[in-house]
């Protein structure tokens, strides 16, 4: 059972993890609590007393979100390996069992610190700004009457009671579901019985009340009004307790004869998932505790005692709320110079431009959030779809934006216009599969050939083809990304794209989709790198390359580094005296500057406004010159073997520069940095000359475009 307090002061360096490991020589780190440093580091953000109030409440927001995915699938997997008796181990040297006593111990300690950093920080510095959480009892005879109406009106009629007897099994409690456990007695015979009532999710997480500056959790308007889903009897006692499960997905493609169907069924059985946390109140009692575990067939390694309110991640709807002077002020995003018109149009901005000629006259690179999503991809797509001289479509979905998408939108434009429309619906990824199956249906309806992808692989590679028809013959136009085709997401995501018309990746990509959509073994490419074929072969010549040089350098930037084969590539390197600069935003396992192994490696991670999401690579000597490769892959197995990845040269000068600028000024962090040391603990880099990576790259992008 997980419980342990908190210090007021953000802490400066992270959790040693190689304490979890044990005695022995690591070579590689575990990659869940590696996870968990890097949650770490989010929750540093909220503990911040120097950020506004609200940007500290989103980041306690995010933490929360964050977790409850680790739980419902790297925890559920580790506890699916112990009941199969799996107790071999990975590249760390840690049994599953070992792993999840230590997930147990660190993510405890997590836990209860965040829930503190909302009790004893964020929450009395919100209630200093006049947005107070009160308790139900607090309220005065106005309010008491308003909040009645609101029960009665809105809440009331979707609550549903359920009964514990023997008439009345225990019910079903669902996936992430905040619940009251209620005891009540009967006054006629005075028999005690437990009642279950689900908080619904549809309704938000708090309730603000009319003067828009004090707020209720949900459960405690509920709590205030069990009378009422109890009439005539005594209300004994009342406990918030919240559910997490297995909610990964096993879907055995060979032998799914329809695939969409299958993640369908799967996603049935979600809900019916082991149960692998139960988050509690401190308060709660032995009785009703020990109900809760017995019913739900929970260890006690399973339940985690919180203070303060469930479920911090409806905080998001808090920093939704409209106090600017409790934010960080907005950065819109610019329009690079080459696709904005020269002249404002009648509202003053800019107008795009015909990208196509654009294109024609050389590469565009851009990086969001800096460089605007909506003028560059989303105008790439929405120009194709409406041209018409372009012959055909071809797109990769994994992630969209919701049922607005505008690439989505596009996309049913241009199969109404008659174009060849084909859009690749990756159903599996995770947590977004409904989204997609309804996706493609849609699509399909629509005149759009759907293809699901290639057996046994998850398509996450990010590109689009467009074929249009110029002269006597045909051009390709194209688009690699490291980011999903999300404009809700690449306001905050950090991502880079490569925009071109050149000839040999646009037939790459043209053989690349035909593997998708058909029947090829195609293995070779002129310009990209492709996953499963030859990515990691390539990445392997490129390290050892660097190894060989006398003046060899390797810079690389990425989400996640926990491949053992690269792992063991780059100490190979470290130890021929090849230095090695790697920028891991999440999870690292290769331990850096153990001597022997890996002195002349440095990892660092950049945690900030802005989820740093892309993948960049660099290899080379400004005497040999440099390799410079972006795409949607990780340093991750899942990436390199298991995944549909594509990584494309960036080959024009001034875009080199521009990606060096990148690494640069991440390279140069003393603002968001931290850095990974031989203990395996990250430490924040002390700040000496003020320099916040997220902020100068947003104003050389204005300086780019010309605006303030």
């Not at 002061?9 to 890097?38: K, T, Y």
């Not at 959480?133 to 607090?138: C, G, I, S, T």
């Amino acid at each position: 059972m997980s419980q342990a307090t908190t210090t007021d002061a953000p802490p400066r360096r992270s959790h040693a993890i190689l304490d979890f490991h044990g005695d022995g020589e690591v070579r590689h780190l575990n990659r869940e609590l590696s996870w968990l440093q890097f949650d770490e580091r989010v929750l540093t953000l909220a503990q911040d007393r120097t950020r506004p109030v609200l940007e500290r409440a989103k980041f306690l927001a995010i933490f929360a979100s964050n977790l409850d995915e680790f739980f419902q699938v790297r925890v559920a997997g580790l506890k699916e390996q112990l009941a199969a008796g799996v107790t071999g181990t990975g590249a760390d040297g840690m049994r599953p069992a070992e792993q999840l006593a230590a997930i147990d111990e660190y993510a405890g300690e997590l836990t209860s610190r965040h829930a503190r950093t909302f009790t004893e920080q964020v929450g009395p510095e919100l209630a200093a700004h006049g947005i107070v959480m009160v308790r139900a009892d607090e309220l005065g005879e106005s309010d008491r009457r308003w909040l009645d109406g609101v029960f009665d009106a809105r809440i009331y009629p979707v609550l549903t009671p359920l009964a514990v007897d023997p008439a009345h099994p225990f019910p079903y409690i669902s996936n992430l579901s905040t619940n009251l456990a209620v005891i009540v007695r009967d006054p006629e015979g005075g028999q005690r019985r437990f009642a279950r009532v689900k908080i619904p999710p549809i309704l938000p997480r708090f309730l603000v009340l009319p003067d828009g500056e004090r707020y209720l959790a949900l459960e405690e308007v509920i709590a205030s009004h069990l009378d009422r889903l109890f009439p005539g009897m005594a209300i004994v006692d009342h406990h918030v307790f919240r559910v997490t499960r297995n909610a990964d997905l096993t879907v055995e493609e060979d032998e799914a004869g329809d695939l969409l169907a299958a993640i369908e069924y799967e996603l049935t059985q979600r809900r019916f998932g082991r149960v692998v946390r139960l988050e509690v109140e401190e308060s709660i009692t032995d009785e009703v505790l020990d109900l809760l575990v017995r019913e739900l067939g929970t260890e006690p390694m399973d339940v985690h005692r919180l203070p303060g309110p469930l479920d911090l991640s409806g905080l998001w709807s808090l920093h939704g709320l409209d106090r600017p002077e409790l934010k960080v002020p907005p950065q819109p995003s610019t329009t690079q110079p080459r696709l904005a018109s020269s002249e404002p149009d009648a509202a003053g901005d800019r107008a795009p431009v015909d990208l196509f000629a654009v294109l024609r006259e050389g590469d565009v690179l851009v990086q969001h959030p800096y460089d605007s999503f909506t003028t560059s991809v989303r105008a790439f797509i929405e120009q194709a779809a409406r041209d018409p001289d372009v012959l055909a479509i071809k797109q990769t979905l994994y992630r969209t934006s919701g049922p607005d998408s505008p690439i989505v939108a596009a996309l049913l434009t241009a199969a109404s216009e008659g174009k060849q429309v084909v859009a690749l619906v990756e159903l599996k990824a995770r947590f977004d599969e409904e989204a997609n199956i309804e996706w493609a249906r849609v699509l399909e309806e629509a005149g759009v050939h759907v293809a699901y992808g290639v057996v046994g692989y998850k398509t996450h590679t990010k590109i689009s083809l467009v074929v249009r028809r110029e002269g006597d013959g045909v051009r390709r136009y194209a688009h690699v990304g490291t980011g999903n085709y999300n404009e809700t997401t690449a306001r905050f995501y950090e991502d880079l794209g490569l925009l071109t018309a050149d000839p040999d990746i646009g037939a790459d990509l043209s053989d690349l989709f035909n593997v998708i959509t058909g029947y090829s073994r195609r293995s070779e490419y002129r310009q990209l790198l492709v996953a499963p074929a030859t990515l990691l072969p390539r990445t392997l010549e490129l390290i050892a390359r660097e190894a060989a040089a006398d003046d060899g350098h390797i810079v690389a930037k990425m989400n996640a580094l926990v491949d053992a084969e690269i792992i063991d590539a780059l100490y190979a390197a470290s130890s021929s005296g090849t230095p090695i600069d790697l920028i891991v935003r999440g999870i690292c396992a290769l331990r850096p500057g153990v001597p022997g192994l890996s002195e002349n490696i440095r990892v660092r991670s950049i945690v900030g406004r802005h989820l740093e999401h892309s993948r960049l690579f660099r290899f080379g000597s400004p005497e040999r010159g440099y390799d410079y490769l972006i795409g949607s892959a990780d340093w991750m197995s899942r990436n390199l073997r298991r995944r549909v990845e594509a990584v494309v040269p960036v080959t024009d000068p001034q875009l080199r520069a521009r990606l060096e600028e990148i690494l640069a000024v991440n390279l140069a962090d003393d603002v968001l940095a931290w850095e990974l040391g031989p203990d395996a603990a990250w430490t924040k880099v002390a700040t000496v000359d003020g320099i916040d990576a997220q902020q100068v790259l947003f104003d050389r992008a204005r300086e780019r475009a010309g605006t303030r």
